[in-house]
């Protein structure tokens, strides 16, 4: 046999250094071949042999010494399987910090690993086994066979040949016990808000930051009889009355732009057709720089409410109606001697205007009146609640007098009198 063929025989793929040599070799053993076949020196390529090989051992093991110090240093729990992932080859030392294990497989996992998630964490292996995918699964393990389970996130890549055969899986398991406490958490508290927003008979909505609805409760969906995701954003806008719509559009983006509570009434259309009045409230929740990352808002009904005011402004407006224009004297005093109402021909009878005494107390308009003959009466209906009916004569503190016949009544708010003005005598 030639030198050369006696070189190339020594160098079958079948010795296991050279499937290593050859990637890590590279263009160094193009230009050993073409020495060997130059010179024909059996030593000389023994030699060279011998060096590349202990240089290419001293790579990996440098290569292999980097890569544990870094996995050490890591947080995680690193990892490297066999192909089926029955049992790991490596195990940094968080493994054993962890565990107080040094070793991983079907057997230690049943020890370590939460019951409930064992059998379903190994059928996700296996499927990620079949389809090549990345591995990843969520599930609890304690620290040795004692202590509380904690949730660790566990992903996986798979490692292959060149014709794509897996070789072995490469991987972390990440404690993520507080980020699954903070979810748990979060998740309970959304549902304490939707259980406590569906309780509560007002119509309630959230908006992000920049006025966009993004949550509409039950209570809007049944009112309005339309799907929420119709009036997510600004579709809501659609529901209100054509005349209030404007207003209370730029109402809300003026609270959105200036960052302040938003109070306002408009109407809302209900399913069957009708509009009714709601009071709509609104306030930012901020983050701990002050910055606005939600809304909060409510509709109340206030329909009923505002009937009733309607009602009191119509009887108000009959009761003005009815008592302003009379030529006998009204007023109404309050418990307190506070004048509630006077029209102006009692205002006229004790030579005052009515805009000068009302909401004035009686005994600082007419100073030394609860020294006259009539206050007795008005303290007893006050307080009795009893009528009486009256000739008095009035002293004028400028000067002079006048005689007037006064019927006094209670009334919800005090009491009410009635002046008429007798000739003199």
Not at 113 to 134: I, K, S
Not at 208 to 227: E, I, K, M, R
Request: hydrophobic content about 40%.
């Amino acid at each position: 046999m030639s030198v050369v063929g006696a070189f190339l025989s020594g160098l079958s793929l079948s010795n296991p250094a050279i499937p290593t040599l050859f990637p890590m070799l590279g263009l160094r053993f193009s230009l050993l071949s073409c020495a060997v076949a130059f010179l024909g020196c059996p030593a000389y390529v023994r030699s060279r042999i011998r060096l590349e090989n202990a240089k290419v051992e001293a790579e990996l093991r440098e290569s292999e010494r980097r890569f544990r110090h870094l996995a050490d240093a890591l947080p995680q729990i690193v990892w490297v399987a066999r192909p089926d992932g029955s049992e790991a080859t490596y195990l940094n030392n968080r493994w054993e910090e962890y565990t107080g294990l040094q070793t991983a497989n079907t057997t230690v996992n049943v020890k370590v690993v939460h019951p409930d998630d064992g059998e379903r964490m190994a059928n996700h292996f296996a499927e990620a086994q079949l389809t090549g995918n990345v591995f990843e699964y969520e599930f609890r393990m304690r620290p040795g066979e004692t202590g509380p389970y904690l949730w660790f996130l566990a992903r996986g890549v798979p490692v292959r040949k060149a014709e794509g055969e897996i070789v072995k899986w490469f991987g972390t398991s990440t404690n993520i016990d507080d980020l699954k406490s903070t979810e748990e958490a979060l998740r309970l508290s959304q549902r304490h808000f939707r259980e406590l927003v569906e309780s509560i008979p007002q119509l309630a909505w959230t908006d992000l930051s920049d006025g966009y609805c993004d949550y509409l409760s039950p209570q809007w969906v049944a009112y309005t009889g339309v799907a929420m995701k119709e009036h997510l954003g600004f579709g809501w806008v659609d529901q209100i009355h054509p005349e209030d719509r404007a207003a209370a559009h730029a109402t809300w983006q003026h609270s959105v732009r200036d960052g302040c509570n938003l109070e306002t009434e408009f109407r809302i259309l209900r399913a069957d057709g009708v509009y009714r009045w709601f009071k709509t409230r609104a306030i930012p929740l901020r983050d701990e720089k002050g910055a606005i990352i939600k809304w909060f808002g409510t509709n109340t009904d206030i329909e009923d409410l505002k009937c009733i005011e309607q009602k009191l402004q119509e009887a108000e407006a009959r009761f003005h109606h009815t008592f302003d224009g009379m030529q006998e004297g009204c007023q109404i005093i309050g418990f307190d001697w506070r004048y509630l109402y006077i029209n102006e021909s009692a205002a006229r009878h004790g030579r005052r205007h009515a805009g000068e005494l009302t909401g004035r107390i009686m005994m600082e308009a007419y100073p030394g009146i609860e020294h006259s003959p009539v206050f007795p009466n008005l303290v007893n209906c006050m307080l009795e609640r009893t009528p009486h009916r009256v000739e008095s004569l009035f002293y004028y503190p400028e000067g002079g007098s006048a005689r007037f016949e006064l019927s006094i009544q209670p009334c919800p708010e005090g009491i009410f009198i009635l002046s008429t003005e007798l000739p003199p005598d």
